[in-house]
């Protein structure tokens, strides 16, 4: 079992016990009480232990290693996990808001106790512990689900902390507010289960890599021995630790094919050892900038073609004087709403300044800084 895994599972555990004991004490002192609102705060740690049940199954699952059918490994069930947990935040959220509308419609006056007022101030501390915890190791661990937890356990204080509040405001002054801070906290959990949820969906369907990430990767395969520069680089994530992709290198025009396997293999070779990715494919641009007339003809297009709009890099740049052909690609922002139209105003730029060429351009999105 992976360390990682068992960090995860350990975590998840500690949650576990940790909030069933909270339920258990909340569940009994609510009821005592008469409290919806400390009835509320059960039905949260409960819910917190189904999640937490489901950060373990995931990161179980998650551990798997790969097979026929999956031959990236099932590191995506942990964003599956995460998105379940916010379905159930999401449940307790709604649940709680329908119990506290019943309240406000026939109210219940509470009886506190010293015993109610302790329980909910070390659920509070409890909770406040137990959320900068299971944070800290989420982002340690790259663990959307146990992030997730930790947020959870952080919200789950702040809306203990306007139970006590409302306890207090009681007992001083006869104020009865309890199903209206049950609504509050209801509200504020199901805001919570929503951001939970959008931030784990925009996961599943493929986040844009960071820019440190992708720019200290070009730097390393730009270390290669000459390489003289890296572009097209396109990350794919499978799961929390594990991102696959590609990248197009940009070579001397005379190497051989025996010296760009050699440099392909040392370029993946030093990715994965410095940044645990694995690079699958290395495209090559040949790059024949050594002849002073190419250079002038590629700094007139690269002015050229960045003067259009939604242009953001022109690279991959070959000139062929003899045929009379040129070949580039541009990188497009995805703002743009009409690619082609921007690839024909390149074009059209290029063949302005060079109408006798056979110009070919390739259009790349902008994946990657």
């Not at 390393?220 to 630790?241: E, Q, R």
């Not at 073609?305 to 070959?318: D, I």
């Amino acid at each position: 079992m992976p360390n990682r895994e068992k960090q995860i599972i350990r975590v998840s555990t500690i949650g576990i016990i940790t909030n069933l004991v909270l339920a258990g004490l909340k569940f009994t002192v609510g009821f005592l009480s008469s409290s919806i609102a400390i009835m509320v705060d059960a039905l949260n740690n409960t819910s917190d232990v189904l999640s937490s049940v489901v950060t373990v199954i995931g990161a179980k699952l998650a551990g798997r290693p790969a097979d026929m059918a999956h031959p990236y490994g099932h590191g995506r069930i942990e964003y599956l996990s995460a998105a379940v947990i916010s379905a159930i935040v999401l449940y307790a959220g709604v649940t709680a808001f329908a119990e506290s509308f019943k309240k406000i419609i026939d109210p219940v006056e509470p009886e506190y106790t010293k015993l109610t007022l302790i329980v909910v101030a070390g659920g509070i501390a409890t909770k406040i512990i137990l959320g900068r915890y299971v944070s800290i190791k989420g982002k340690e661990l790259s663990s959307d689900a146990l992030k997730d937890l930790g947020q959870d356990a952080l919200m789950d204080a702040a809306t203990s902390s306007s139970t006590l509040i409302g306890a207090f405001l009681f007992i001083l002054f006869k104020i009865n507010l309890e199903a209206w801070l049950g609504i509050l906290i209801s509200i504020v959990i199901i805001k919570a289960g929503l951001d939970m949820f959008k931030e784990t969906t925009s996961k599943i369907l493929g986040e844009r890599v960071s820019s440190e990430i992708t720019k200290s990767i070009k730097e390393t395969v730009c270390k290669t021995d000459g390489i003289i520069g890296a572009y097209d680089l396109v990350l794919t994530n499978y799961g929390p630790d594990k991102l696959i992709g590609s990248i197009h290198v940009e070579v001397p025009d005379d190497w051989t094919a025996g010296k760009i396997d050699t440099a392909s293999r040392e370029i993946i070779h030093n990715v994965f050892v410095e940044h645990n990715i694995l690079i699958t494919a290395v495209g090559v641009y040949s790059h024949n900038m050594s002849n002073s007339a190419v250079q002038e003809i590629e700094n007139r297009i690269h002015r050229a073609a960045l003067s259009q709009e939604y242009v953001l890099q022109l690279h991959g740049f070959y000139c062929d004087l003899e045929k009379h052909s040129i070949r580039f690609d541009i990188v497009v922002d995805f703002s743009a709403h009409d690619m082609d139209r921007v690839h024909d105003k390149v074009l059209n730029k290029a063949k302005e300044l060079y109408p006798d060429y056979d110009i070919t351009i390739q259009v790349d999105s902008d994946f990657a800084d």
